[in-house]
């Protein structure tokens, strides 16, 4: 029976543990560039033990990002600063993942500490924010326009340039972003995608976009490497995505070479009641994996080591995902493996603090590209 400690292999990768730490924006960059802040807080996850590091969603083209502080792979300077970060992931002997992302309708907005809503021009917003359809998430955001077949074709085509760039990096993960309300999800779902054409009504036709992104991102993210899909599961609103059209997804994009669904929620009708507590979103990603038999991930308010053990162990998914826990405990992972009796390798600069007979980590070796 898998358990948290137990290394899960991917195509060529094989994953230390089955913690990973859950993409999480800083909103701490200038033009898109990580920065000394991203090194140490995804450094000391890695140092902390995660079986893989996510760097938080960042944006394929400049009007994706969510706020004017968002990461992102653009352009070909934002490779070496992001490949600084990779090479000390893998020093610790940790996998490192981007989320790659385009924020749709959700774009030119405040980072949560300065507010909500639209940024004003005059503090780094734009004015062109694109989604499926001319509706806006809510009233203080801005309304976006209609994209046209050639913007679709423009975004698809980003994020398989950003996927390459993901590689020059030395990432070993990529995942697409299709949750949260942000634009690939506002394509799946009937509450914001209202189109008439290709990519719009039925179900097929709302999965087109996203099934596109995957399908450039393959031709270029090489055969060896995992890739994952963030969803979210439902809308948690009567007539929007559910469940049910996610296992659908899931088995459309399995053959196009998705290897693992992350499996979140909400983010995509601004009224939702969400039922937020331990584990909520667990059973998705446990029924996603028994309808489909991809391989999922299972994430929100994950908090204990035994939960998440648990979580394993009974198969309801094969990695879990912390995001709130990890900003509270670095040095979970490690604190998990002493509570649950497993032998966990730590750095060879800590091994005094560590339990006796503890190993030393070994590093990732480097990829050849
Ligand atoms: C500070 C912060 C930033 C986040 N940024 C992202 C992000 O970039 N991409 C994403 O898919 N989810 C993002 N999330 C959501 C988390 O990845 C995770 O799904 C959510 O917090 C639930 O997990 P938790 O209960 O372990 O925190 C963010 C959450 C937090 C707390």
Known sequence: MAHLFEPLTLRSITFPNRIAVSPMCQYSCEDGLVSDWHLVHLGSRAVGGAGI?????????????????????????????LARIVRFIHDQGSLAGIQLAHAGRKASTLRPWDGSGAVPEAEGGWTDV????????????????????????????????????????????VELHAAHGYLLQTFLSPLSNRRTDAYGGS??????????????????????????????????TDGGWDVRDSVELVRSASPLGVDLV???????????GIPVGPGYQTVFAERIRRETGVPTGAVGVILDPAQADHIVRSGQADVVFLARALLRDPYWPLRAARELGVSAPWPAQYLRAAPRETSQRTPMRPRTP
């Open 203 to 236: 179900l097929e036709n709302r999965m087109r976009m996203p099934r596109q992104v995957i399908e450039a991102v393959r031709r270029v993210w090489p055969e060896r490497l995992p890739l994952f899909l963030r969803i979210s599961a439902t809308d948690w």
């Open 262 to 272: 992350d499996c979140s929620s909400g983010g995509n009708a601004a009224a939702a």
């Open 130 to 173: 694109v989604a499926p359809s001319a509706l806006a998430f809510a009233d203080d955001y801005p309304m976006p326009r209609e994209m046209t077949a050639d913007d679709i074709g423009g975004v698809v085509a980003a994020f398989a340039n950003a996927a390459q760039r993901a590689l020059a990096a030395g990432f070993d993960v």
């Open 53 to 81: 590091v996510f760097v938080e969603a960042t944006a394929v083209l400049p009007q994706g990002r969510i706020s004017p502080q968002d990461t992102g792979i653009w352009s070909d300077v934002h490779i070496e600063p």
